[in-house]
């Protein structure tokens, strides 16, 4: 297509196609172009706190952590083929060890919150682990149900505080921490659950979502790949819900409540599954609209609702699935 | 014929619900040699194959593998063992680029043993396997997603899978089914080599006349039940043979 002294030329898709295998980029115009993305959503999320008031700031607090749920949701569902609704199970288990391990035994969050991570990852992964033969919509039902059936064992037994929970744990020194630790998190989880699937064991996990059989016959044990699967998502759960119960120094069984199940869905339907970074800005563009919605009420939920139905109607694919296609069919004037 | 066997099953019955899939069936795979298994549909034969390599539990009966009871085991375990299956609808990895399917198998616990935890590039290590099992090396074809591959590939892709793990035993779930005649004839030397490379193999099998062109023994199988053993050209004259699978087809 020519116009004067000007065409127009594509320019990506034969980047697209060689960075795909080996990093082979030949000018600063297509390294621009490969980093350009990163660099932005990373000084993009790192800029957020300064421009922020007060009420925002804790806003984007929350919405990290329904970024980490909403990328171990995308995750599991997209790239192991488990669709896991247990969201809520691992910010409870994480948030109660860490919040435990504060009020009985005075450990600082910079200790109980790894601490809590870790243990609460094993924990939800061993619970888990009897449902992973379950393929599909069953699983999905089995770990939609425990963060009810820990909610009603915390009640029925009367421990961590009951219905009450406890409060005056230990909080973060100061607002900045706070959001840094979460947004560190964050990107850190991207960036390494990305690199994660596109290594030899994602590989495996890709054909255990593809064809379980396959796996199984080419000497695979498909559980123990499940497992160090669910291990990961649980473990960035867990760390998001030890982090929320030292944001507001408060544990309860509302770390157990079904938001945190759900909005992650919401997020990455939003935001685009299977493209991991979907999900994380479906979490930071729904969170802070679900806050804005506040002033409606009830009528907030129907809101949100029609939103979702939107994308899941017009644009099946999601926000960033689409984005990334526009991006990758770039095409820019260049003088002849 | 070797009278050493590598693979023995004893008695084995299974039954899906009222169905009786499979009723004390008895054979014995000897080292090196091709058994044919042929039968009508619905006779039982890829049943057998899913209760010796683990994917369905035997009611009764046992399968003995190198002497060894591997009866109830864990398809894995079994697949580990060197007792690989192919399956009679292709099982590829849609998503995953024809290459990476076999990234799969070569990090299996088997794989990593026999090779010492090093297998160099593995990625170059799965396309020279491609390039075995008969896809062109320097063509797109290797790259393309599995999912978009026709089906000569895909069944190449299963045998290439069972390769990968350097099997003693390749079972071959019908291969040829869905191929045409001039893709059976270029699989069917790949075939006699893996055979002249020490792999037994047992393959189901509807094309007679290709099958008998590689086989040494038949056993042929109907309403789960083993009616004839032995030559191929005995089997085609036992006359039970006849009435129950060849009928009127050969004269």
Known sequence: ?336 | MADEFLLQVGGVSKAFGGVQAITNLSFRLFKGEILGVIGPNGSGKTTLVNLITGFVRPDSGKVFYKARNITGLQPHKIANLGLTRTFQIARPYDSLPAFKNLIVPLNSPRVRRTRGGKLGDIEAVAIDMLEEVGFERDARVPYKTAGSLPLGYLKRLELARCIALKPDIIICDEIFSGLSMSEITSMIPFLEKLHLEGITMMMIEHRLRELFRLTDRVMVMNFGEKIAEGMPQEVIENKEVRKAYLGTETS
């Open chain 1, 1 to 336: 297509m020519l116009t004067g002294d000007r065409r127009k030329k594509r320019l990506d898709r034969s980047i697209k196609v060689r960075t795909e295998g080996l990093y082979a980029v030949s000018s600063w115009g297509e390294m621009v172009y490969l980093i350009a993305p990163r660099f932005v959503l990373i000084v993009g999320l790192f800029t957020l706190p300064l421009v922020l008031d007060m009420y925002w700031q804790r806003v984007l607090c929350s919405a990290g952590i329904y970024a980490l749920l909403a990328l171990g949701f995308d995750f599991l569902a997209e790239f192991v083929g488990l669709v896991c609704l247990g969201g809520a199970f691992f910010v409870g288990v994480g948030g109660y060890i860490s919040g435990l391990l504060n009020a009985y035994y005075g450990w600082p969050p910079l200790l109980s919150i790894p601490v809590a991570s870790v243990a609460g990852a094993v924990i939800s992964t061993l619970i888990l682990l009897p449902c992973l033969r379950l393929r599909g919509i069953y699983f999905a039902i089995v770990s939609f149900m425990f963060p009810l059936f820990a909610v009603y064992i915390i009640v029925a037994l009367g421990v961590f505080g009951s219905t009450e929970g406890i409060s005056a744990l230990a909080t973060f020194p100061n607002i900045w921490i706070e959001q840094y630790l979460i947004l560190v998190a964050v990107i850190l989880s991207l960036f390494g659950i990305r690199r994660l699937v596109s290594e030899d064991i994602g590989v495996i996990f890709q054909g255990i979502k593809d064809n379980d059989q396959a796996v199984k016959a080419s000497g695979i044990n498909i559980t123990a790949y499940r497992t160090k699967a669910v291990f990961i998502t649980a473990l960035i759960g867990c760390f998001g819900g030890a982090y929320l119960s030292h944001l507001y120094g408060w544990l309860g069984l509302s770390l157990f409540a079904m938001d945190f199940s759900i909005m992650p869905i919401a997020a990455a339907v939003m935001g685009g599954m299977g493209s991991l970074v979907g999900p994380v800005l479906g979490a930071f563009i729904l969170t802070p609209l679900s806050e804005a919605l506040r002033g409606f009420g009830q009528l907030r939920v129907v809101l949100y609702s029609l939103i979702l139905i939107g994308f899941i109607v017009y644009k099946p694919e999601g926000l960033m699935n689409y984005l990334q296609r526009k991006y990758h069919q770039f095409e820019l004037w260049e003088k002849v």
